[in-house]
């Protein structure tokens, strides 16, 4: 088993900043990938970034790139998921999941943390 818990949300203007943590813990997770996902008031649930552990690899959502960075501290079995330049549509409940690099769904996830972004 992995468990996750995110910490980090708020409430913030547009164009500030926001950093969300995702504390990582169980079984080795070195051979997984670590993901943020989020979800607005009744849309679907859409990929932000992931960070493949092991690597450092990381991919992002285009509507994130530029703004958003994904990063790992193995000291810490932490991943975080710096938040710039936010604007109103960023508001969602973010959600960290994580899976094995060998399988595609994410079967591990967090409770999520709520970012408000206000214009």
């Known amino acids: 088993q992995v468990q996750l818990v995110e910490s980090g949300g708020g409430l913030v203007q547009a164009g500030g900043s926001l950093r969300l943590s995702c504390a990582v813990s169980?079984?080795?997770?070195?051979?997984?990938?670590i993901g943020w996902f989020r979800q607005a008031p009744g849309k679907e649930r859409d990929f932000v970034a992931s960070?493949?552990?092991?690597?450092?690899?990381?991919y992002y959502a285009d509507s994130v790139k530029g703004r958003f960075t994904i990063s790992r501290d193995n000291a810490k079995n932490t991943v975080f998921l710096q938040m710039n330049s936010l604007k109103p549509e960023d508001t969602a409940v973010y959600s960290c999941?994580?899976?094995?690099?060998?399988?595609?769904?994410?079967?591990?996830w967090g409770q999520g943390t709520q970012v408000t972004v206000s214009s």
């Open positions: 999941a994580a899976r094995a690099n060998w399988v595609i769904k994410y079967n591990y």
């Open positions: 960070i493949i552990w092991s690597t450092g690899n990381t």
């Open positions: 169980g079984r080795t997770f070195s051979s997984y990938t």
